[in-house]
């Protein structure tokens, strides 16, 4: 049984007037160990997604539609007092930037021994010693003194290693991991994503892990999911995405990428991804995509299994390409 | 009501009972459940902004000496409030056959409230700290107050331990009612803490005693147990300073005083629904503007006639103060034989006015500048009360500019007169207690500084000879006659400008009883108590 | 030679066109703020509050029949709806409307004139503060700093009271109240401005200070300055009002709505609804300066 | 420490401007201060006494430090008018102003706090609105009229506490009488700064509400109240400045509110000196007020400092 699945998810902002589909009808499954990574470009709704899993998205404003089964429990339907005790015990979430993501005028150790606090029946000193134990894990130097630090006395790399503690704090089954690297260097890069690996490897935990560059994800994914104006436009292992990219979108994104050192010139994807409030009919990617048919502004192209393990919604992989009179206007 | 108090010995009151008066008046009238009963607490908002300053002569001008001086300590003679005569003091008899010499014999078995006995000698210590400038306690501050009352003094003595002989200049049938303002203290509490500090620690032979001082909070006193005319009723008399009317009133509905010096005027009428006892009784008083003589415009009589005929003084009494007042002619009240009754009246008449003010050479009218005070003793309510003379006078071309001053800053200023620091003003709005005392008219209008407050720069040899003639009289009615000319002389000169006469209004709580209204500015509170 | 001076024209054209950029700019900034303005409701009720005040106060001699400085004492404390006087009459017998028409005339000015004055120079000292570099500044700053050692009230009871009660000596004091935090405002505006490129490059442009002072500092500055001044008129009504209220503002018998509540004040228990209307009025006139400055705080975006 | 060194070293100009301003302003005052000490009618020689006790006859700089040299050592002379000693004056009033101060302080900061954090969680909401509302009334409101009302509503028409005064008869050291006599100055005193720091808080926290920062504390699970705290910490940082600035504005208030309270403060001998021409306790006052207010932006900048982790205690 997976340890995640998820089906239509759809999130849906009001604002004023107008309602952004920021998640549209994704579908996807976790098993423990497994890494899945989701890539996207900014604004293609993987954050959203990431949040709806963990109930943060939910708000009078938001329309949120489809399951999300996490280890046996229907997530949707939980009340927000039961949800939070999900938060962080079950399901955590490292974010992108730990300086913005600590609570600046708390120190970290405060910040840690409340989460541990929070799910697990533990004294304030037995917090406190816990809390120095997995500073120590992430690998934090000297970690007794490090617990009445304030975020902006810490590296960038350690706050993050710190954001992590407190995501580990309580053995999650459920890592979720938005752009965890993406404000820091390049070498710390590294040393933060072995650590999330070194981690798993642990626990068991499954992990998401969302970021716009795949060089950062193909190293610790098994699987990679390609979001676009809040769809997966494409799915498959990490060498089925890198090797045999079928998406247009996806191809476009890896020539984007230099990380990966692919020859040749660098393309930059024409254009913007489309407004959420403003999601064109058919292909959301069809507007900028240098393939377009027809039948791509026509309806939107389903999920297709192309491989085994690699699916791809793009109506150039459909074996009969909706024709172009069927356009709805 | 600072000074010229000198008071008829002869003066009986025909009180006017006013609609609005629910406590009796006169000499004997009182709540008739009044007759027994002592104790309570009697808190008193006063009108100062600030407690009088607790030596021989306080400040805050005549309502620091009702409030204060009047309790702690005596004089040798005393003003009695109640029935407008001479009552013996800390001497029990006194007698002068040429009115030049005169001779106390002082009370026995008297002690200040430090156990200081009351004698000669330290009736001529209480002189000499006022009097003799190579006295150790001499004390120039008060000795300046004092020197109205004490300028025809020219030598003292002890003739035994309870004699004391006093030597004037010239004849001066005044003279008792000078002594009524020559406060006695105890010699050795001036010794004890000096000049300076002595008014921190007063000891008099008064009815009541210090308690404790919270500066500009409250002066709590408590009765004298010993005083030599009998204790206080009360057990305990507050006094604080509430210098705005509404402030008085809102804290005598709230219980926080259980009198109440002048509350607003608009609230009469609700007072006495609420069932609190409203008093008033026409007392030696005049609420006047002092004008400067010595400069235009007020140096020509007929600006002074069209000034005074400008105003409305009945509206004013009658409407804009609620029947609280009594308009006036002169500086002497109605009630007074000493009121001049011949002298001319000059009525409410705009166009005469007009005309008046036209002919002095101000045919498009004139801006004067006029100090004020912003409350105290006997003031009334300035506030609407100068706001409507500006009014009125504004009608026949008289623009007025009237500049409000704390109430001792404003003593402060008459005493200095037009020279000093108003010389810029034409003239000064002052509470006189007029007629109080017999040499108010010498001290007002004769003498200049520093024996009287002649500050208006007025002259008249007629009313010069008159108070020379009277001043020696021997005959209290005759003096009283010529008295009265030299009021009627000072009013048709329109030496002061006259506004209105006030009527003492206070408000008692229910509950405090016993007091006899006074005719007087002054209150005697030995009388008083408050139930429970 | 010839290089030098071609350059310099050269610059100056670039300096022009930095202009003229920026002058569009401003433009737009301006429709679009006043845009806004325009569509917020409360913005619109402000200002029909305030323009209401300024007609009424224009024209109150036309839209009374009584005089605002003397009445009938025989009529003194009528009730609110007496026939006549709508909201009764004080306690000199005047008809309270008049007396709050002409009284808002006092508190308009009251309102604006001490703010606008205290604009100007406050405005010029800390443009100089903020232009002219750290020695200038620190001195101007530290020597309105003693100014800034007071609480607004006291200090315009402080300089009242020093130089007497009146309506002149109000004019005096109150803007003595608000140069300072006008200059320091603007200072940081100043130098807000100056850490910016375009600045930097009219500078290195060579044009005169004078020249960047009028194109460039005041168009910029003029946002967050004027949004903090607008915050200042509600101040100075109110502050002006409670001078008069302590006898050191407006004197009698001129119609101004603090010195009536001080005159009123002895009526309060006996005719609350007529005492208490000029506190009303000084409250709205005073709410809707702030509304429309909070308006206009939003339409110009400034607020942090 | 050093921190707070600094910042008193850098007041010290302002102090010093400050004794200048008040000698100054004294001294522009009409009427002359010799007059308020003797009597006219005094003689020569007394008046030259008492010109010379009181320093009056020397040249104003001279005065100047004569009067600053005894005001360091904390000896104000003595008031003109209370002829008692200034300091005693003083030292009386800015305790009684303080219980005033303090109060309304407290009502204020209390009220402003939860109405803030009301709006500001409730944004958009009918509470928000009439909390935006009432922080506006906060603001334009005159506070000696609001103290007006209230006296006639809660001590004349009600009648359920004092209209004037710090305590009842004999009820000096009583703190429930206290507390009665207080609540209707505070609250008229306070209801300004009530607008200002509601709208701060407000403001503040709705800044703090959108950090990220605030969804990772959801996303540990923390509960509602967990959260509330630390946005709370996190907009006290605004706050408290504003707090602190508008104790000053209540030392200005309390001049009005004190004076219609006979309320026994600062405010009130402020008042009842300036009528008395009292130039002594004038100039005490006002310096008293501005250290007093400067001294309070130096404690509220350390508090600042104390409160807000990210300001560099060094």
């Known amino acids: 049984m997976p340890l995640l699945q998820v089906e239509h998810l759809s999130v849906s902002f009001k604002q004023g007037q107008h309602e952004s589909q920021a998640v549209n009808g994704i579908s996807l499954d976790l098993e423990p160990h497994q890494t899945l990574g989701v890539i996207g470009e900014s604004g293609s709704g993987k954050s959203v997604m990431l949040k709806s899993l963990m109930g943060l998205t939910r708000s009078p404003k938001t329309r949120i539609s489809g399951k999300i089964n996490f280890d046996g429990r229907e997530l949707t339907g939980l009340e927000e007092n039961e949800f939070s005790s999900v938060r962080g015990k079950e399901i955590s979430m490292v974010f992108q930037d730990a300086m913005t993501a600590l609570d600046p005028v708390f120190p970290v150790g405060d910040q840690l021994v409340e989460t541990i606090r929070r799910h697990q029946h533990l004294s304030k000193k037995d917090a406190l010693e816990k809390a120095v134990e997995l500073l120590a894990k992430v690998g934090i130097a000297s970690p007794r003194s490090r617990l009445d630090q304030y975020p902006h006395q810490m590296s960038g790399g350690m706050r993050q290693r710190v954001m992590i503690a407190i995501a580990i704090a309580c053995q999650p089954k459920l890592l979720l991991a938005d752009e965890p690297t993406t404000a820091l260097d390049v070498t710390i890069q590294a040393q933060v994503l072995s650590l999330i690996k070194e981690l798993q490897k642990e626990s068991g935990m499954g992990i998401i892990f969302v970021s716009h560059d795949i060089g950062a994800v193909a190293s610790i994914v098994d699987e990679i999911a390609v979001m676009y104006a809040g769809r997966i436009v494409e799915r498959g292992s990490v060498q089925q995405i890198i090797h045999q990219p079928s998406h247009p979108y996806t191809q476009a994104l890896l020539a984007a990428n230099v990380t990966l050192g692919m020859k040749g010139r660098l393309r930059a994807i024409q254009g913007q991804p489309p407004r959420p409030d403003r999601l064109p009919y058919g292909c959301a990617f069809a507007p900028r995509c240098q393939f377009a048919v027809d039948s791509c502004n026509g309806m939107s192209p389903k999920l297709t299994t192309i491989e085994q393990g690699h699916d791809v919604a793009c109506w150039l992989m459909e074996e009969e390409p909706v024709s172009a009179n069927m356009q709805v206007v | 009501m600072k000074k010229w108090m000198r008071k008829s010995l002869s003066c009986s009151v025909a009180a006017t009972v006013l609609s609005l008066l629910v406590v009796g008046c006169g000499n004997s009238a009182s709540t008739p459940e009044s007759k027994q009963g002592s104790g309570g607490t009697l808190i008193i908002g006063a009108t100062f902004s600030n407690l009088p300053n607790m030596d021989v002569y306080p400040d805050q001008g005549y309502e620091g000496r009702r409030f204060v001086g009047n309790q702690l300590y005596d004089p040798l003679i005393i003003d009695n409030p109640n029935t407008n005569s001479f009552d013996p003091g800390l001497a029990s008899s006194w007698e002068s056959k040429d009115m030049k010499v005169w001779t106390f014999h002082l009370r026995s078995g008297v002690k200040f409230q430090d156990g200081t006995a009351w004698n000669a000698s330290s009736a001529v210590f209480n002189l000499d700290r006022i009097l003799n400038k190579n006295f150790q306690y001499y004390y120039p501050q008060v000795a300046a107050l004092l020197t109205a009352r004490t300028k025809e003094i020219t030598s003292y003595q002890a003739i035994d331990d309870m004699t004391l002989e006093i030597t004037l200049k010239e004849q001066d049938s005044f003279f008792p009612s000078d002594v009524t303002q020559i406060l006695f203290a105890s010699p050795t509490a001036i010794q004890k803490y000096g000049n300076d500090d002595y008014q921190n620690h007063p000891v008099g032979t008064g009815p009541f005693a210090v308690a404790k001082v919270v500066p500009r909070q409250e002066l709590d006193l408590v009765p004298n147990k010993d005083y030599w005319r009998g204790a206080p009723k009360l057990d305990q008399l507050i006094l604080k300073p509430m210098s705005d009317p509404a402030t008085r009133y809102a804290a005598l509905l709230s219980s926080q005083i259980n009198w109440a010096e002048v509350p607003p005027t608009e609230t009469i009428p609700q007072i006495k629904q609420k069932g609190f006892q409203v008093v008033t009784k026409p007392y030696p008083h005049i609420w006047a503007i002092v004008p400067d003589m010595s400069k235009p415009p007020f140096n020509d009589k007929r600006v002074r006639e069209a000034f005074v005929r400008a105003i409305d003084r009945k509206a004013m009494s009658d409407q804009l103060l609620n029947g609280a007042s009594i308009p006036a002619d002169g500086p002497m009240y109605p009630e007074s034989n000493l009121y001049p009754k011949d002298a001319p009246a000059f009525d409410y008449n705009l166009d005469l006015a007009k005309q008046l003010l036209t002919a002095a050479g101000y045919p498009n009218g004139v801006t004067i500048a006029v100090n004020m005070p912003s409350s105290g003793s006997g003031n009334m309510w300035p506030l609407p009360m100068s706001e409507f003379i500006q009014q009125q006078e504004a009608k026949i071309g008289i623009n007025i500019t009237f500049r409000t001053y704390d109430w001792n800053q404003i003593i402060t200023q008459y005493r200095a007169g037009f020279s000093g620091p108003m010389a810029d003003a034409n003239g000064i709005a002052y509470s006189l207690a007029s007629g109080t005392l017999l040499g108010d008219l010498e001290t007002s209008f004769v003498l200049k500084e520093p024996q009287g407050s002649d500050i208006m720069g007025y002259d008249n040899p007629q009313l010069d000879q008159l108070v020379r003639q009277a001043k020696a009289s021997t005959d209290p009615a005759g003096r009283d006659k010529l008295l009265a000319q030299g009021w009627g002389i000072v009013q048709s000169d329109i030496a002061l400008l006259p506004v209105v006469h006030d009527l003492n209004l206070r408000v008692l709580s229910p509950k405090v009883q016993g007091l006899v209204t006074p005719a007087t500015w002054f209150v005697d509170l030995t009388t008083v108590w408050v139930s429970k | ?304 | 420490m050093t921190r707070l060194f600094h910042r008193f070293l850098q007041a010290i100009p302002t102090l010093f401007g400050i004794t200048l301003v008040a000698f100054a302003l004294v001294h522009i005052m009409p009427g002359s201060p010799i007059d308020a000490l003797v009597p006219p009618d005094a003689s020569a020689d007394v008046r030259a006494q008492v010109i010379h006790i009181y320093g009056l006859d020397k040249p104003l700089p001279v005065q100047y430090v004569l009067w600053l040299t005894h005001a360091v050592r904390g000896d104000f002379g003595m008031s003109i008018g209370m002829r008692v000693p200034v300091n005693q004056l003083l030292a009386q009033a800015i305790q009684n102003t303080l219980i005033l101060g303090v109060a309304a302080a407290f009502f204020s900061f209390v009220t402003g706090t939860v109405l803030g954090v009301l709006a500001g969680l409730n944004q958009g909401k009918w509470i928000d609105r009439m909390v935006s509302t009432l922080g506006l009334a906060g603001v334009s409101i005159p506070a000696y009229w609001l103290a007006m009302v209230m006296v006639i509503l809660f001590s004349i028409q009600l009648g359920w506490l004092p209209s004037s005064g710090m305590h009842s008869q004999g009820q000096e050291g009583n703190v429930l009488d206290l507390l009665a006599h207080v609540v209707i100055p505070a609250i008229a005193l306070g209801f300004t700064p009530v607008g200002v720091i509601s709208r701060m808080v407000r403001t503040s926290l709705l800044q703090v509400v959108k950090q990220d920062f605030v969804l990772a504390l959801r996303a540990k699970g923390l509960m509602r109240r967990q959260i509330l705290w630390h946005l709370l910490r996190n907009a006290a940082l605004p706050v408290l400045t504003v707090t602190g600035l508008e104790l000053g504005y209540l030392l200005g208030g309390s001049i009005l509110v004190e004076t219609i309270f006979a309320w026994p403060g600062l405010g009130g001998l402020l008042n009842s000196a300036i009528g008395l021409r009292d130039i002594p306790v004038i100039q005490a006052g006002i310096l008293l007020i501005g250290t007093l207010f400067v001294l309070m932006n130096i404690v509220v900048d350390f508090v600042n400092s104390a409160v807000d982790p990210r300001i560099q205690r060094t």
């Open chain 3, 1 to 304: 030679m010839e290089i030098s001076i071609h350059k310099t024209n050269h610059k100056e054209k670039d300096f022009k066109r930095d202009v003229m950029d920026e002058i569009q700019e401003n433009t737009q900034t301006r429709r679009s703020f006043i845009q806004k303005l325009y569509s917020d409701p409360v913005a619109w009720g402000a200002t029909f509050w305030i323009v209401l005040m300024i007609g009424t106060a224009v024209f109150a001699p036309f839209l009374t029949p009584y005089s605002p400085v003397s009445g009938n004492i025989g009529n003194r404390l009528m009730p609110i709806g007496t026939p006549g006087h709508f909201l009764g009459t004080d306690e000199q017998g005047r008809d309270m409307i008049t007396r709050i028409l002409f009284g808002g005339r006092m508190t308009l000015l009251m309102g604006i004139v001490p703010v606008a004055a205290a604009c100007l120079v406050g405005g010029a000292l800390g443009v100089i503060a903020g232009y002219f570099g750290k020695a200038v500044q620190s001195i101007i700053m530290r020597c309105l700093d003693v100014f800034y050692a007071f609480p607004a009230l006291v200090l315009a009871i402080a300089i009242s009271a020093a130089l007497g009660p009146g309506v002149r000596n109000t004019f005096v004091s109150l803007p003595i109240v608000f140069i300072a935090p006008i200059a320091r405002v603007t200072a940081t505006a100043v130098q807000q401005i100056k850490g910016l490129e375009f600045f930097e490059a009219a500078r290195v442009s060579g044009a005169s200070h004078w020249m960047i002072i009028r194109f460039h500092l005041i168009r910029n500055i003029f946002r967050p300055v004027f949004a903090y001044v607008s915050t200042l008129i509600g101040i100075s009504i109110l502050v002006a009002s409670s001078l008069s209220f302590l006898g050191l503002g407006v004197t009698p018998p001129t119609a101004e709505w603090g010195a009536m509540l001080r005159s009123l004040q002895d009526a309060l228990y006996t005719q609350p609804t007529v005492a208490i209307a000029p506190g009303v009025m000084i409250f709205l006139t005073a709410l809707a300066f702030n509304l429309l400055s909070d308006s206009i705080q939003d339409a110009l975006d400034v607020r942090s």
